[in-house]
């Protein structure tokens, strides 16, 4: 083979492994999810939204390629990974052409004007879910379960009301799509540690961060079922597992992994316990993005010998 | 006359002080969630600019080069009083609107910069069309960026409505993240328009950003202060691909 004999400057280590390998695995390893989602919400037709949301990603990816005489890289998965990230952020009825607005945004604006997969500075899946999120705010916050509107159980715990920990982890509660299940969720997460898509520094980071804020803030001490509650609530499962994660718009180095996982965990405790909403995780997640390239900057590794601390 | 109608399409098109110099952005984006906000901002702004221009260019003789600056912003600052309290008597309700970014004309970069770089240095006439041009322009952008957002983010435009009542407004348009997708937009299509000219062979404004004012030009060394012309551009341009090669 050819490829054993490659001259070339570092790195001489290759793998098979490709930007499309990794957005198979992670779609499915959001297969779990997104499956649960559509079924817990068959009431509201979610399956259309989750349909239409990803097939207008790939399909608005793939017209502003042609418009703009680029390569087409619709075959890399990136795409179906934003659409349907996108789409288990969504509340199941949102409008169906919200979601394609929401995907336009996120591969037009967000990934294709910064020079699109590998170059987007913020995860586009979740700065589509806040501009819509600001855009169309009551239609973004109107949950349904089986026909019976209301708040998501988070809003009821900010609130200080009893929550059922037992619905909030195999996900018969409201909330968006993707979100409810922690089990579905888990289940996808493992897939995607076991294949060694997905690094446990960031989500550990994340999550060991926010508990430590929880049970600093939150009034209520070490109190399991208040940190469970907290935990299998909202969205922090999803983001800490398939959105923070993602490479393009996550650190390189391992300690900046950390420091990151931090950032995002105290920023969701932050705005879980003194924002206006119950829930904080994409803006957290988002503003987290923004402050990678710092976090690089400080946690770069020193060359082999080029001096320690003096 | 020719100088004085050159002066206003060199405000409305060349130089226009939003889409081609970038200038007084603040307001640009602060004010323009109404196509009658963008109006209000920049005709306010032109009356001083007019005003300013024509008394700096009177007195363009007398102010000493070495106090210039303050020279100009208490004639600036004189002006904006007056334009700040006739609005506050006669159209209260876009007074309150525009609150604070009338006061900050004072420091718009427009008004500063066409007195140290047009009205400091030419005659009183030529100076009262710079003004009127370059507040005409200021205020077709402020509209055009205000109707935009307006008929996206509220479905209306001059508080008509334009949009049937299905519409769902985007309210992000009318927030502060909507001006600058808008401003972008904007800017994006003049720059296409532009292209477009170019490429059929027509003749082209000189390039942005010169001709703001040499002082505040960090290339001012490398031209030697005089205005660029197309020939100076495309030179440059030669050079900077010959360094890259």
Known sequence: ?310 | MNRCTERIFNGLVKENPTFVLMLGMCPTLAVTTSAINGIGMGLSTTAVLVMSNMLISMLRKIIPDSVRMPAFIVVVASFVTIVDFLLEGFVPSLYSSLGLYIPLIVVNCIILGRAESYASKNPVLPSIFDGIGMGLGFTVGLTSIGIVRELIGAGQIFGIQIMPDSYVPFTIFILAPGAFFVLACLVALQNKVKNNLAKKGKEVPAQAGCGAGCASCASKGICGGHLAGPETISKTENNNGQEGA
Not at chain 1, 89 to 102: D, E, K, Q, Y
Not at chain 1, 126 to 136: M, S, T, V, Y
Not at chain 1, 222 to 245: N, R
């Open chain 1, 1 to 310: 083979m050819n490829e054993n004999y490659n001259v070339s400057s570092s790195p001489h280590i290759r793998d098979r492994i490709k930007s499309s390998n990794i957005m198979l695995l992670v779609v499915i390893g959001l297969l779990p999810a997104t499956l649960f989602g559509i079924w817990n919400f068959r009431h509201e037709n979610a399956w259309i939204l989750v349909v239409v949301t990803t097939a207008a990603a790939v399909l608005s990816e793939y017209i502003y390629e042609k418009l703009m005489h680029k390569p087409v890289t619709i075959n890399d998965f990136s795409a179906v990974v934003t659409g349907l990230l996108l789409a288990l952020n969504l509340p199941p009825t949102l409008p169906w052409w919200m979601g394609v607005v929401g995907a336009v945004f996120a591969i037009v604006v967000v990934k294709q004007l910064f020079g699109g997969l590998g170059q987007n500075f913020m995860n586009p899946a979740l700065a589509a879910r806040c501009f819509l999120l600001i855009c169309f705010t009551g239609q973004m916050t109107y949950f349904v379960y089986d026909g019976v509107t209301g708040a998501t159980p988070l809003a009821d715990l900010k609130a200080g009301e009893a929550v059922n920990t037992m619905d909030m982890l195999i996900g018969n509660i409201r909330g968006t799509i993707g979100e409810t299940s922690v089990v579905a969720i888990m289940i996808g997460a493992m897939f995607l540690i076991l294949m060694g898509v997905i690094d446990l520094r960031i989500p550990g980071s994340y999550i060991v961060s926010f508990v430590v804020f929880i049970v600093i803030f939150g009034g209520h001490g070490f109190d399991a079922q208040y940190i469970t509650a907290h935990l299998c609530g909202g969205g922090i499962m999803l983001g800490a597992w398939f959105m923070a994660t993602d490479y393009v718009t996550s650190p390189i180095t391992s300690r900046g992994k950390i420091l990151y996982g931090v950032c995002m965990g105290l920023l969701t405790g932050l705005f879980r316990l003194f924002g206006g909403s119950a829930e904080g995780v994409s803006y957290a997640i988002i503003i987290s993005n923004l402050l990678v390239p710092l976090i690089e900057k400080i946690t770069l590794p020193k060359p082999f010998g080029k001096g320690g601390e003096k």
